[in-house]
């Protein structure tokens, strides 16, 4: 279960954003340690498929990410440390993380002040029958 909690914590920390929430500050910094808050996973039925749109939110307990000034990420879930040779880049407000297992994701990072990281993430499934928006916040 762990495995599979770390892989997730990973897959959210990269997003693909809403265009409504706040830009970036100028000069806010990614670099630092973030507690993770939240996680918002709304689910959209695509093409008239079967299926029910749904919407949970579900608070995160001892978790946290810290991106490094080297361009390297780490993070520790209820004391398990994950990510040994993740690195990230953020470039305006796309940021790409890569982690070994899964390979480089880019996101879209909708908010970042000194003290708030929001970052949404959308994907599809296989067959475009299913949007998932996962929104995760973090703060300093």
């Known amino acids: 279960m762990n495995r599979s909690l770390l892989l997730l914590v990973l897959l959210e920390l990269t997003a693909c954003g809403k265009k409504d ?7 806010a910094s990614i670099v630092g340690t973030w507690n ?3 996680r918002r996973e709304q689910q959209v039925v695509l093409n008239g498929a079967a299926g029910t749109n749904a919407d949970n939110t579900v608070p995160y307990a001892n978790a946290t990410v810290t991106y490094a000034a ?12 994950f990510s040994p040779g993740a690195t990230y880049a953020l470039n305006g407000t796309t940021l790409t993380t890569t982690f070994p297992v899964i390979g480089p994701v880019s ?5 970042l002040s000194a003290t708030r990281l929001v970052l949404v993430q959308t994907d599809q499934n296989y067959n475009n029958t299913l949007r998932i928006i996962t929104t995760t916040t973090a703060t300093r």
């Open 21 to 27: 929430d706040a830009a970036p500050a100028a000069n």
């Open 36 to 38: 993770l808050q939240s």
């Open 70 to 81: 080297d361009g390297t990420y780490s993070g520790l879930v209820n004391g398990v440390a």
């Open 107 to 111: 996101a879209q990072v909708t908010e």
